[in-house]
C-alpha cells in the first residue's frame, strides 16, 4: 500500500519577505534591501525567497503597490463619504497608525521601488492604482471646488497629496509620528486654498 506523507507547508509567506523589506526600508533605505538582508530578517533561507519572487525587483514593486493599495483605501473612503477635508487628512491620520510604512512610501519616490516592467500581473495592478489615484483626484476636486478642469484638477493634486505629504515629511525623517499640530496645518490651508479657487471659479 502506498503510504502518502503530509504535505509539508511553507513556514514562510510572501507577505513575510514583504514585512521584513519593509522594516528594512524604513531603517535603512531602498538601497539596504537585497536578498539576503530581506531573507535574514525574515528568518529565513535565501532559497525560499526565490520560491516567492524571482527578483529584489519585483520584491520592492509589490511593497510599494502593498503600501499604495493601504494607503489609498482610507482616502477612498472619505470621497465616498463626499468629505474632501477628511481626504485631505488621510495622509497625516495614516502615518501614525502606519509609520514604517508611511517613512517607505513618503520618504522615497515610486521610482525607487518600481523599475522596468515586471510580470503582466503586477504591470496590471500598478496601472489600476495609478488610475484610482486620478480618479481621486479628479473627485476631490469636485467635492472641495465643485468644478474639475485642468486648474482645479492641479489644485487638487496640491491639497489632497503634495501639501500634507509636506506637512508629514519632516517628522517621518526623525521617525516620529506627525502630531496633530501637522492636522491643523493641513486643515488651515484646505479651507485656504478652498475658498480661493471657488471664488475665482
Known sequence: MLILKPTRRSRHSPSDFLDAALMVVAESGPLAVTVGAVAAHAKAPIGSFYYRFPSREELLAELWLRLAVDFEQG?????????ALKAALHTSVWSR???????????????????????PKLREALRSQSDRTRASVTTFAR????????????????LLTEAPAAAVVQHLRRSERPPLIVDELITTTYHAVTLAVRSTG
Open 143 to 158: 467635492l472641495a471646488f465643485g468644478q474639475s478642469g485642468p486648474e482645479a484638477q492641479r489644485w487638487a493634486e496640491f
Open 75 to 83: 482616502i477612498a473612503a472619505a470621497l465616498d463619504a463626499g468629505d
Open 97 to 119: 497608525e502606519h509609520l514604517a510604512g508611511a517613512r517607505v512610501l513618503l520618504l522615497h519616490p515610486r521610482e525607487v521601488f518600481v523599475q522596468g516592467d515586471g510580470p
